[in-house]
């Protein structure tokens, strides 16, 4: 179901520092905003802020941005980050599509990637978050080691990224098809997550890590 419109979204989050409605002028000085030298972990589709609100809230030395195009969606997130006190969190309106313009080299430390759209024509493939084309996009601000952990209830999704991972040099260092009976101490759930879940639909998930140095033949 679509989200109707909130015209009274755009006008709420630009009255918070914590959203950052233009991020172009950002890159290169994401520390400078959250005024520390923590590590920074990007979310690309943050949903209602369950999963990146969890984490900012466990983890106060690390650095968050979540990217989701709605404001519609990113409100109610920038809401609940308030309700919880937290400061390690910013929040992007835009589409992912141009995540590499906004971050400058070695600036994120780690990536989630939470069931984005599976884009199942093959036509469509490329617009896949897990895709080469979007890995590419990636290796251009994220430090080597980082790692990028990947959800999806989708299980062609799932099976074609252990191949585009693959193809553009990521280590696989974990992979579960049923993520509920894997044993896997450290998940936090989205709300898709829950929902999915409790319909016996089973999730799976996978940590990939960029091993090589950039520059490296």
Not at 33 to 58: R, V, W, Y
Not at 146 to 167: H, M, P, R
Request: charged share 35%; proline share 4%; glycine share 6%.
């Amino acid at each position: 179901m679509r989200l109707r419109k909130k015209w009274w979204a755009r006008p709420e989050m630009e009255k918070d520092t914590k959203a950052i409605i233009e991020p172009w002028d950002m890159k290169g000085k994401w520390s400078e905003n959250f005024g520390n030298d923590h590590p920074i972990h990007l979310e690309l589709g943050c949903g209602k802020g369950q999963f990146i609100s969890t984490l900012a809230a466990m983890n106060p030395d690390i650095n968050y941005i979540a990217i989701d195009l709605k404001d519609e969606v990113l409100v109610f997130v920038l809401r609940k980050i308030n309700e919880l006190g937290l400061t390690n969190v910013r929040l992007i309106p835009m589409f992912i599509e141009r995540v590499d313009e906004i971050f400058d080299e070695n600036e994120i430390s780690k990536i989630y990637i939470n069931f984005c759209n599976p884009w199942p024509k093959a036509s469509h493939n490329k617009r896949r978050l897990t895709h080469p084309r979007f890995l590419t996009k990636y290796k251009g601000f994220i430090k080597p080691g980082t790692e990028v952990w990947f959800k999806t209830d989708d299980d062609d999704l799932f099976e074609a990224s252990l191949g585009y991972f693959k193809d553009e040099n990521f280590d696989e260092i974990y992979r579960t098809w049923d993520l509920e009976e894997s044993g896997f101490t450290d998940n936090i759930k989205t709300e898709y997550e829950e929902k999915f879940s409790a319909f016996g639909v089973k999730i799976k998930f996978g940590i990939f890590r960029l091993e090589e140095e950039k520059g490296e033949s």
